[in-house]
């Protein structure tokens, strides 16, 4: 059975920086992809990042910004751990919410949360000004 922890949210003030990290168990995922969302009361959960990576491949992973966090958010894994990660800096009030941490083993920048099969439980993100 896969599981997704996140960890890492909670409270920062506008500007300052938190770090998400999501751990898989219960399988390795030697080529796949992984995101992270966020939902806020009301909206609709969106995507914020994506990454992708092929075990086939001598390419680095492939991500996927959404306009609202490129150049502030980066997403990375590290394989050894079956660990993504989110930094996030230079954070703003908008990017309180719930960050839900997904995977798919399949590769591609996928945007459309219907596509992953796995899904963390979600820690809060909360930006103060």
């Known amino acids: 059975q896969v599981q997704l922890v996140e960890s890492g949210g909670g409270s920062a003030q506008a500007g300052g920086s938190l770090r998400l990290s999501c751990a898989a168990s219960g399988r390795t995922f030697s080529s796949g992809a992984a995101a992270w969302f966020r939902q806020t009361p009301g909206k609709e959960r969106e995507v914020v990042a994506v990454?992708?990576?092929?075990?086939?491949?001598?390419?680095?992973?492939?991500?996927f910004y959404a306009d609202p966090v490129q150049d502030r958010f980066t997403i990375s894994r590290d394989g050894a751990k079956n660990t993504v990660y989110l930094q996030m800096n230079s954070l703003k009030p908008e990017d309180t919410g719930v960050y839900y941490c997904?995977?798919?083993?399949?590769?591609?920048?996928?945007?459309?949360?219907?596509?992953?099969?796995?899904w963390g439980q979600g820690t809060q993100v909360t930006v103060s000004s």
């Open positions: 990454i992708s990576w092929s075990a086939s491949s001598w390419s680095a992973s492939n991500t």
């Open positions: 997904a995977a798919r083993t399949g590769v591609g920048l996928i945007v459309s949360s219907e596509l992953y099969e796995y």
